[in-house]
């Protein structure tokens, strides 16, 4: 595919976490089958069929029927990963989401493959940075967004044994372990990767990493920044969100769109309830064309520019 | 006596849900009438005479499933649904009043039968081919049919469907396809035509059978027969607005909804 980035070390690329864990789940529980649009290569699932060949269905290039199939198979009994580019999983197959997965509350695991802005150059089209605006009204749908490889295992061993739909969303861009003692995976719970009290970054996914970096630097300007794992987009962790408003000052980052989005869904939040500034870090709408490494640092996604962010927030905050 | 005439007791129950789905239509002044009427042998056929269920149990893992694609013809399904036993009949009266489980498109989470939630149309054939590959996969013993409507058959995720059904010879599958030959506005033909939809499923990899679809002796057999080495393709010739008159081919009875004295009328023939 477009981009084999070489992996920095001690940064690695979720989908091995993805796959190795769906065949532990798969040994475990015989119900678990993946679905797929000839998408076996990009979704890392080569072991997986390997291994269970019977248990991988590739309804080919046909995003409408693999969501339909994905709750047919759930209406017969498994419990099916439908895994693709999460461009098309999103987009191609939203009413398929909408009807057949949300509304019809089937226990089907939704995985989006490469979101955000995986396939850079490839441009628009294959960018998924739309399907937190897409997704965040269908309210049955949990959405998990990890932020590295070991928040990946545990959101699909999680998936695997919830009932109900749920979205993961995947990143094939290399990240870190965060570095957080004792964590425990709560679906619905902010994780604090970092603590303070002067201002709030709020992230998710393959930007948690970036945010970390960001309070760090400013922490050297006198400034704590609390930075929030934010992995589940739906339901928002409304509690974590009244304690960020309680800073004064909030900065969202994510690898989407900001209109709709994780910033989106913040904004609404507090505007409602608690209002603070908020400044969003993320993408305004149709990219220009470039890698994925020059389109993050172009658009703010660096600790840089999230480092700025904050301090524009902090120069709005009251008081 | 019916019992041992399968055939009678499909008629009966066929008339008792065209009088039930028409007075639950003018009750709600909404619904979805011609379309109900084409469909509503050819349901009283599978729940009457094919399908293996229990209305007691209707999450029973082997049950045979129904998965009613065209989801407008809810007058159709919710009566037949009733007559099965699956709900009381009198929730019937209640057909789309505030707070129904019986909304205008059925909903699985309202009601227990309805296998999954439709209206957009080109949704349920591709659950159907879902729920045939788990079968497969399980070596289950339960069959799949689903309706479209034929002017269902425009979406194209029934030809994605239609592929892989062929491409995985899913026998446990039976399409069965209202050919009414009327969509909302106009025929189908008119629109954008079906025809020759037999030579096009014989391409996709199934075996096809034509049938009247108002003929529930002829409906028992190809439905009731017991899987090939194809999935099954039944085009049911059918009328829309089947057994009233003046509704009878008039595509305006798609969604039409009858005065009094239609209505009065309608029940007059409907004996």
């Given at each position: 595919m477009a981009h084999a980035a070489p992996v920095a070390a001690g940064m690695a690329d979720c989908r091995e976490a993805w796959v190795k864990t769906l065949i532990e789940v798969a040994e475990?529980?015989?119900?678990?089958?993946?679905?797929?649009?000839?998408?076996?290569?990009?979704?890392?699932?080569?072991?997986?069929?390997?291994?269970?060949?019977?248990?991988?269905?590739?309804?080919?290039?046909?995003e409408q029927l693999m969501v339909g199939v994905g709750a047919g198979l759930a209406n017969g009994g498994k419990v099916p990963f439908v895994s693709a580019a999460s461009c098309f999983l999103t987009s191609r197959s939203l009413e398929q989401v909408k009807a057949d997965v949300?509304?019809?509350?089937?226990?089907?695991?939704?995985?989006?493959?490469?979101?955000?802005?995986a396939y850079g150059e490839l441009g628009a089209t294959h960018h998924s940075i739309e399907d937190f605006a897409w997704l965040r009204p269908l309210t049955t749908i949990t959405t998990i967004v990890p932020a590295d490889p070991w928040e990946t295992a545990e959101a699909v061993k999680w998936a695997a044994a919830h009932e109900g739909p749920v979205y993961l969303r995947l990143s094939r861009m290399p990240v870190p372990n965060l570095d957080v003692p004792d964590r425990k995976f709560q679906p619905g719970k902010a994780e604090v990767v970092r603590q303070g009290d002067d201002v709030t970054i709020i992230a998710c996914g393959t930007t948690v990493h970036l945010a970390v970096q960001a309070a760090d630097a400013l922490k050297a300007e006198g400034i704590a920044a609390r930075v929030l794992n934010f992995s589940t987009i739906n339901p928002l962790d409304e509690a974590a969100l009244h304690a960020a408003a309680a800073t004064g000052a909030i900065v969202t980052v994510e690898e989407a769109g900001v209109r709709g989005g994780l910033g989106g869904a913040v904004s609404e939040f507090t505007a409602a309830n608690t209002p603070v500034p908020v400044e969003k870090v993320g993408f305004p709408g149709f990219l220009p064309t470039g890698s994925t490494e020059w389109l993050f640092k172009e658009f703010g996604l660096s600790p840089e520019g999230i480092a700025d962010a904050a301090r524009r927030a902090l120069a709005r905050k009251k008081g | 006596m019916l019992k041992n005439d399968p055939v009678a007791l499909i008629r009966e129950k066929a008339l008792w849900m065209r009088r039930t789905a028409f007075t639950m239509v003018h009750r709600a002044r909404a619904g979805h009438p011609g379309g109900d009427f084409s469909a509503t042998d050819i349901m009283a056929t599978l729940y009457f005479g094919v399908m293996k269920y229990d209305a007691k149990r209707p999450d029973w893992a082997d049950r045979d499933r129904f998965i009613m694609s065209k989801g407008h013809a809810t007058g159709a399904l919710y009566s037949a649904l009733a007559a099965a036993g699956y709900f009381p009949e009198d929730?019937?009266?209640?057909?789309?009043?505030?707070?129904?489980?019986?909304?205008?498109?059925?909903?699985?989470?309202y009601l227990p039968g309805i296998e999954t939630n439709t209206g957009p149309l080109g949704h349920g054939f591709p659950v159907a081919v879902g729920i045939a590959i788990a079968g497969q996969l399980t070596g289950a013993s339960y069959r799949t049919y689903v309706l479209t409507g034929d002017g269902e058959q425009q979406e194209g995720s029934n030809w994605e469907a239609a592929m892989l059904s062929g491409h995985r010879k899913l026998v446990n599958l039976t399409l069965i396809i209202d050919r009414n030959r009327l969509q909302q506005g106009t025929g189908t033909e008119e629109t954008s035509g079906l025809d020759p939809l037999d030579e096009k499923y014989r391409a996709f990899g199934w075996e096809v059978v034509e049938v009247d679809g108002h003929d529930p002796a002829a409906l028992l057999a190809v439905l009731g027969a017991a899987p090939g080495d194809k999935p099954r393709c039944v085009i049911a010739n059918t009328v829309k607005g089947k057994g009233v008159s003046f509704m009878e081919n008039v595509a305006s009875w798609h969604h039409g909804v009858p005065n009094d004295d239609q209505y009065a009328q309608a029940m007059k023939e409907l004996v």
């Open positions: 475990a529980d015989p119900r678990v089958v993946c679905v797929v649009n000839d998408s076996v290569g990009s979704s890392k699932l080569n072991a997986f069929q390997k291994q269970f060949p019977d248990r991988l269905i590739n309804v080919g290039i046909a949300a509304y019809a509350n089937f226990n089907v695991k939704l995985v989006g493959q490469s979101s955000g802005i | 929730w019937l009266p209640t057909y789309m009043q505030p707070r129904s489980l019986l909304n205008g498109h059925p909903n699985r989470n």
